[in-house]
């Protein structure tokens, strides 16, 4: 009797998705592929019941377009070909020489484990009997040996060859390090340009001549620039740029073999969904994250707030609080507040759950946990500007929902006074707006607070921005 595959069905059932759902995700994967699928529930029940220990080639790429995780990682099993499997032979096929390699079908070849199996065992076949006179010629193999080691050094030489200055990549390094710990304290409209351009560098430097792990490390720095535009363009409000910076990150980051850096490309992925208004997106793209984040991290502390926040949107209580307390477990050994991009800290998850408070209409714990935030933003030694606006927002949120419309105008325009007011901030701004005019439109400080809004509004409207066909530019390799 087959084993289950409880991997598989357990990754479907984080995804949210049914049966008949996956089926159809994997039929809309293989349609995008140019590959013809027909999955049905009962294809994705056999896969599950373990009754298809590897499936064709084509269903696996669609497995794996659809999870982002390897077949490997799915709970199944590459199988060797038939004919090499013990006590197996065709009834109808001719004897085969001993120790010759055989297939069943050419449907095995497949398989890139099968194809390199069968290669060998070809070349295996493919080789003569060593013959006397050979033999007996064995002295004169030494110049031929001689010339072979001289080649086997020219083959070493151009393994090494790169055309990567020195220090290329410790400076990629440093310069990495410095936009991410300088991000919250800078303009995003006066750092986007500095970023592009190493981003293109970087893509130039890809299609140059490289050494392996060169190319490796290359594809991880080109992530983590994207990861960076794509906070900049979700901070310029462009969530169609961010979205598809996010999504090169993760092409990069999975090609790299960098887990954490995929964690992170999600990370950003679900806050642009979820000022999007895309809350199941978010969802997703938080679950994905979370499950690649390595375990302690800064990143895996983000990706289980984002979880919590997005359910919380989606209105689900106990599954909000389950992440949230899964989060806070996870913060003990990091520090209370974190300055540089890529960084986890309780001051966040406050934060996070100050929004997430106020989506489940409980205005009273909201206004709690936006006071903590703002409590320790004020005493930090480097400010978090944008973090800190957000905070008082959420508070005046709170306050207008318990009945203080007065101090809910004069906490918002402090938060409009802040130095870097962002995309996020103009909607959560708009938000208070909306609740204020909407209950409380006579009072003078809502007025006050709806001229500087609006004013807002009319600066971000009219901000100086890149040609369009820069603006929509996809990122490059």
């Given at each position: 009797?087959?084993?289950?595959?409880?991997?598989?069905r357990?990754v479907?059932e984080?995804?949210?998705?049914?049966?008949?759902?996956?089926a159809?995700?994997?039929?809309?994967a293989?349609?995008?592929?140019?590959?013809?699928?027909?999955c049905?529930?009962r294809l994705?029940?056999?896969w599950?019941?373990?009754?298809?220990?590897?499936p064709?080639?084509?269903?696996?790429?669609?497995l794996e377009?659809?999870?982002?995780?390897?077949c490997t990682?799915?709970g199944f099993r590459?199988h060797p070909p038939?004919s090499t499997?013990?006590?197996t032979?065709s009834p109808?096929?001719?004897?085969s020489?001993?120790?010759?390699f055989?297939?069943?079908?050419?449907?095995?070849?497949e398989d890139?484990v099968q194809?390199?199996?069968?290669l060998a065992g070809?070349?295996?076949?493919?080789a003569?009997e060593?013959?006397?006179d050979a033999?007996?010629a064995?002295?004169?193999?030494?110049?031929?040996?001689g010339e072979?080691?001289?080649?086997?050094l020219e083959?070493?030489?151009?393994?090494?060859a790169?055309?990567?200055?020195?220090?290329?990549l410790?400076?990629?390094e440093?310069v990495?390090?410095?936009?991410s710990?300088?991000?919250?304290?800078t303009?995003?409209?006066?750092?986007?340009p500095?970023v592009?351009?190493y981003?293109?560098?970087v893509a130039?430097?890809i299609?140059?001549?490289?050494?392996?792990?060169e190319?490796?490390?290359?594809?991880?720095?080109?992530g983590?620039?994207?990861v960076?535009?794509?906070w900049?363009?979700?901070d310029l409000?462009d969530p169609?740029a961010?979205?598809?910076?996010?999504?090169?990150a993760?092409?990069?980051a999975?090609?790299a073999?960098?887990?954490e850096?995929?964690a992170w490309?999600m990370?950003?992925?679900?806050?642009?969904a979820?000022?999007d208004g895309?809350?199941?997106?978010a969802l997703d793209?938080?679950a994905r994250?979370a499950r690649y984040?390595?375990?302690?991290?800064?990143?895996?502390?983000?990706?289980?707030?984002?979880v919590a926040?997005a359910?919380a949107?989606l209105?689900?209580?106990?599954?909000?609080e389950?992440?949230?307390?899964?989060?806070?477990?996870?913060l003990?050994?990091?520090?209370?507040h974190?300055f540089?991009?890529?960084s986890?800290?309780?001051?966040r998850?406050s934060?996070?759950?100050?929004?997430a408070y106020l989506?489940?209409d409980r205005?009273?714990?909201?206004l709690?946990?936006?006071e903590?935030?703002?409590?320790?933003?004020?005493q930090?030694?480097?400010r978090s500007?944008?973090?800190?606006?957000i905070?008082r927002?959420d508070?005046?949120?709170?306050l207008?929902?318990?009945?203080?419309?007065?101090?809910?105008a004069?906490?918002?325009?402090?938060?409009?006074?802040?130095?870097?007011?962002?995309?996020?901030v103009r909607?959560r701004a708009?938000?208070?707006?909306?609740?204020?005019r909407?209950?409380h439109?006579?009072?003078?400080?809502?007025?006050d607070?709806h001229e500087r809004?609006?004013?807002?509004?009319?600066?971000?409207?009219?901000?100086?921005?890149s040609?369009p066909?820069?603006?929509?530019?996809?990122?490059?390799?």
């Amino acid at each position: 009797m087959p084993e289950p595959n409880d991997v598989l069905r357990g990754v479907r059932e984080s995804l949210n998705l049914g049966q008949g759902e996956f089926a159809a995700a994997i039929n809309r994967a293989g349609d995008a592929a140019g590959d013809e699928l027909r999955c049905d529930v009962r294809l994705v029940a056999k896969w599950e019941a373990g009754e298809v220990q590897w499936p064709q080639g084509r269903y696996r790429r669609a497995l794996e377009a659809v999870t982002g995780m390897p077949c490997t990682a799915l709970g199944f099993r590459p199988h060797p070909p038939r004919s090499t499997r013990r006590g197996t032979s065709s009834p109808t096929s001719s004897p085969s020489p001993a120790g010759a390699f055989t297939v069943d079908s050419t449907r095995d070849l497949e398989d890139p484990v099968q194809r390199r199996e069968f290669l060998a065992g070809a070349l295996a076949m493919a080789a003569p009997e060593p013959r006397q006179d050979a033999l007996d010629a064995v002295g004169a193999l030494g110049s031929v040996l001689g010339e072979a080691a001289a080649e086997a050094l020219e083959f070493t030489r151009r393994a090494g060859a790169s055309e990567l200055g020195s220090g290329v990549l410790e400076h990629l390094e440093l310069v990495i390090h410095r936009f991410s710990g300088s991000y919250a304290a800078t303009r995003p409209a006066d750092v986007w340009p500095q970023v592009r351009w190493y981003r293109r560098r970087v893509a130039e430097l890809i299609d140059g001549r490289h050494t392996l792990r060169e190319g490796r490390e290359l594809y991880a720095q080109a992530g983590w620039l994207s990861v960076i535009l794509a906070w900049l363009a979700h901070d310029l409000g462009d969530p169609r740029a961010a979205e598809a910076y996010a999504l090169d990150a993760w092409e990069h980051a999975w090609q790299a073999e960098h887990l954490e850096l995929c964690a992170w490309a999600m990370d950003v992925r679900a806050t642009v969904a979820l000022y999007d208004g895309r809350p199941e997106d978010a969802l997703d793209a938080a679950a994905r994250g979370a499950r690649y984040a390595p375990r302690g991290t800064a990143a895996q502390v983000r990706l289980l707030g984002q979880v919590a926040r997005a359910h919380a949107r989606l209105g689900r209580r106990e599954e909000f609080e389950d992440a949230r307390r899964r989060a806070e477990h996870t913060l003990d050994q990091l520090p209370g507040h974190g300055f540089p991009l890529f960084s986890a800290d309780a001051v966040r998850l406050s934060s996070y759950a100050a929004s997430a408070y106020l989506w489940l209409d409980r205005p009273r714990d909201a206004l709690r946990h936006a006071e903590e935030a703002i409590a320790v933003y004020e005493q930090a030694p480097r400010r978090s500007a944008t973090r800190e606006a957000i905070a008082r927002l959420d508070l005046s949120l709170a306050l207008a929902r318990l009945g203080a419309p007065d101090g809910a105008a004069q906490t918002g325009l402090a938060a409009l006074m802040s130095p870097r007011l962002v995309d996020a901030v103009r909607v959560r701004a708009g938000e208070l707006d909306a609740v204020l005019r909407g209950r409380h439109h006579g009072l003078p400080e809502v007025r006050d607070f709806h001229e500087r809004y609006v004013a807002l509004v009319k600066r971000a409207a009219l901000r100086p921005g890149s040609e369009p066909e820069d603006r929509w530019a996809r990122p490059s390799r």
